[in-house]
């Protein structure tokens, strides 16, 4: 498996553009994969610079309907017309960010996208190949991302908490290795791992994507979280490479408690796993 980060938050060199965002480009099984879409076409020069082919991509998973994770669908689709792209129907959803200076944000999927001949909705678990599966659907209350009380979902003009029905994971195994491939862990990572465990009797061997534990100026304090959360992590067998919405902050905490156990994974990152 190799992995190359098309585009995250942080950037581990000035020349990729970064942003709040999140598009991952893995290839595994002979196929080359594309996770997510960043906020904004911006990952598209970032793969040229890092020599990575987009118009070979074979398929695309899109983790769950928020902009940050779709911007880029419509410029992709401009330079590959054939790799299907995996999203959830609900992604289409009306998704609002209640911030703290009280706007009202449409953080969702630009619609105009839904048309697309790529587009495909999957069920709540799917084998898009052999050794590649998606599910979403995930319960539990374990440790839930605190921000997820400011993002809510419209329906015919009634505004309620998401339940992230629209967040999919996805699963690659390649050599006898699991990889657990997240967007945002908006139904919470450790709910994420539990499900999995709960189908496969044994925890993934990589762990990557964020954590959504990032705060913003006015959230309050989220370190005793983080703190059971990393507890509950350095209990696992797994490695983790997290990003995006884990925030610095939270990141550094994880680290100081997982060590070797977890890592940052920058925009402009190639790496064999
Ligand atoms: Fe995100
Ligand atoms: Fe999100």
Redesign the pocket.
């Known amino acids: 498996m190799k992995l190359s980060v098309l585009i995250e938050n942080e950037s581990m060199s000035p020349e990729f553009h970064k942003e709040?965002?999140?598009s991952l480009y893995i290839e595994a099984l002979g196929k080359n994969i594309l996770f997510d879409f960043g906020a904004s076409p911006n990952f598209i020069e970032n793969a040229e610079k890092m020599k990575v082919p987009l118009k070979d991509v074979d398929f695309c998973v899109v983790?769950?309907g928020?902009y940050?994770?779709t911007g880029g669908i419509k410029a992709f689709t401009e330079l590959n017309k054939k790799a299907k792209i995996y999203i959830r129907h609900e992604g289409f959803s009306d998704f609002y960010a209640h911030e703290n200076d009280g706007r009202v944000v449409y953080i969702g999927v630009d619609k105009s996208f839904f048309d697309l001949p790529q587009i495909v909705f999957p069920p709540q678990r799917m084998e898009i190949m052999k050794g590649v599966e998606i599910f979403s659907g995930v319960k539990g209350s374990l440790m839930n991302p605190p921000g997820n009380s400011q993002l809510f979902i419209d329906k015919d003009g009634d505004q309620s908490l998401d339940d992230f029905a629209h967040e999919q994971s996805m699963i690659i195994t390649e050599n006898d290795k699991t990889y657990l491939f997240i967007?945002?862990a908006?139904s919470g990572i450790a709910n994420i791992m539990e499900q999995y465990y709960k189908e496969r009797k044994a925890y993934p061997d990589f762990v990557l994507g964020?954590f959504?534990l990032f705060r913003e100026e006015g959230d309050p304090d989220n370190s005793e979280l983080v703190i059971s959360l990393s507890d509950y992590l350095k209990d696992k067998p797994s490695k983790y490479y997290t990003c995006?919405?884990t925030g610095l902050p939270a990141y550094e905490l994880l680290k100081e408690r997982l060590k070797d156990q977890i890592d940052y994974q920058y925009t402009g990152l190639q790496i064999n796993l």
């Open positions: 709040h965002g999140l983790s769950h928020h940050d994770h967007g945002c908006h964020g959504h995006h919405c």
